[in-house]
């Protein structure tokens, strides 16, 4: 039996423009957008007012973790519980991490991670990490690209003595994304630094929270990002940094794309809105909560992240959802490094950056349709099924009541974990209903994700124009030579 929705009388906003019209969802996917989408609505369709709202397509958070297993412990919101939150957020798709152990086949582990995530009530895919470097890896590293639908892989420059990459896996995994179509991405720390820096802290005597970010200084992850982006400029491969926190990181990613590289970054929800302070409250539940990687940054650093996403040279936001409850933080009550690293924001992220973004005036509409799925979409080669509400694209969708406000607490969020990092902050801007392939799953305060629902989503692998550089900063990277080679091998036959 045909399902179908009609939404009536909104404002449709997409990436480049925002107009008035009806949207028509037939079996899952957009079957008409305009003022007369609704002279082809079955008779039976489902009707939805939005009077005075935006439609705007359902939120793509790029950088998740459900169920991670992770120093320790398991990170508390499985597929299920934490897709749901995110749809009562707006978020109707999110790409998250297969992490395999150093010495671990990557097939190995893309498998248990496609089988935890049958239970994702929203749409999903999966950036996998190359945490360790053999021909197995790199053999496996073709058949996710070529058979499953991965095209991005994950380096964790930090997190030394467990999934930390060292030089020699960078650049093999590099080298080896190039010739997939497939973009790097990474966490940009220094590793190295960070566990000298945890011992120096630990020798004056700090043991709580307040280490964590003493341990971790925005310069840390500023070497780690230049370093990535040096290396991928070498090789000619576009690169993305995952969770940019700081100045030094954003301002890397600036140099670069003015010299013209391919280096795409992505803010969290919490770097743009929490700074430092939290370290310092003197209840280690309270501080602990917020331990996470990179830290939270002196407030300075969050108007840089602004204006990155305002200036177009940071791209995506999302949330680094991995969230563990207070007894899970507890196993670091006497050593910071081993409270386990992760905060949420999976079901808050649409909102905050609404409010502060575009309530402030930092964005337009668009431009927080851009942030918050389009610009993934693109980046990640799901698009336009992904982040637009065109003909044919996937029916995720967000009616979106910009006069709607709610006061954000642990209290009443859908993820299973016990603290909220945004506590008390009051938004204006929520959603009223979210859609996921032209279902209703929330409705005015009324969850109704499913189990099962959602879809491993394939994301190809990029074109051929993926790997020339828009201006090439080193001559002798291996594409530049290739590139090279048919007209040095034509001036040859001239001679
Ligand atoms: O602290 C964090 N971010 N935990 C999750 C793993 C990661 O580094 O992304
Ligand atoms: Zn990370
Ligand atoms: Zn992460």
Known sequence: MTTSLLIRGGTVVNADREFKADVLSIDGRIAAVGEDAA???PANAQALDAGGQYILPGGIDPHTHMQLPFMGTVAADDFFTGTAA??????????????PNPQQPLMEAFRMWREWAQKSAADYGFHVAVTWWSEEVSRDMGLLVKEEGVNTFKHFMAY???????DET???????SLELGAMPTVHAENGELVFLLQKEVAKMGITGPEGHPLSRPPMVEGEAANRAIAIADVLGVPIYIVHVSCIEAADAIARARARGQRVYGEVLAGHLLIDDSVYRDPDFAKAAAYVMSPPFRPKGHQEALWRGLQSGQLHTTATDHCVFCAPQKAAGRNDFTKIPNGCGGI????????????NAGRLTPSEFVAVTSA???KLFNIYPRKGSI??????????WD?????????RTQHSKVDFNVFEGRKVRGIPSYTVSQGKVVYAKGELRAEAGKGRYIKRPAFGANFQAMALRSQDLAPSAVARAEPAMKSAAAAD
């Open 390 to 399: 065109s003909v044919g694209a996937d029916a995720d969708l967000v009616l």
């Open 347 to 358: 079901e808050e992220r649409m909102a905050v950056i609404w409010d502060a973004g575009v």
């Open 402 to 410: 910009p006069q709607g406000t709610k006061t954000i607490s642990a």
């Open 170 to 176: 960078l650049v093999n995994s590099f080298k080896r």
């Open 375 to 377: 610009n993934a979409a």
């Open 160 to 166: 030394k003595n467990a999934i930390m990459c060292d």
């Open 86 to 99: 995110g749809l009562a957020g707006g978020t109707t798709s999110i790409i998250d991490f297969v992490i």
């Open 39 to 41: 002279k082809n609505a």
